[in-house]
């Protein structure tokens, strides 16, 4: 899959990143991402935090066990929604990026964060989308890879906050959609944002 992505950019410094996961009943799938946080995660430093919205689960237990990569969690008293969740923590987080994943994300190729995060400092974007990726078979995709999106970019401007979505070359199943929709927002499965006067203290190279 890297191959047919390409190479991702590089930076000489990697910023760390607060990675900020609300979840409701979501046990299996936080066992899941962590999973892939700590076996398909090549990345010099990051944390999670878990926001758990009232679960029965045994999801609050369970986080307390996991002690070989970062985890912090805030326990509500009820669901709050996805956004109240994200925006309820996002203070909290140690490191100057911030991503905001779906608990139900899995990680299969261990360059997804660099790759992620390479371009949204690179590109100086103030909200950037994840190359997202299905998992069914489709007509479309042979090997069960289909993308539902990649190079999703929102910029501050002026006049407010105003989307690019640039057309992509074919690489494999990895290629552009028929037509372009143009409109300021972002899918919220894997987006990845900077704290306002952080990229100043990251470093870039392309």
Known sequence: MRRRLGPASQ?????GVSIIVPSRNGREHLGRLVDGLRDATDYPEFE????????????????GTVTDISVRHVANAENVSYSHANTQVAELGAHPTLLFLNNDVQQFERGWLRELVASHVLGAHTITGATLLHTERTRRSADGRLVQHRAIRLYRTPAGIAPSLPALPSRGPIRSAPWTACSPATTGARIARSRPGSRRRAGRRS
């Open 48 to 63: 999670l935090i878990a926001v758990d919205n009232g679960s029965d689960d045994e999801t609050i237990g369970w986080l």
């Open 11 to 15: 930076l000489d410094a990697w910023p």
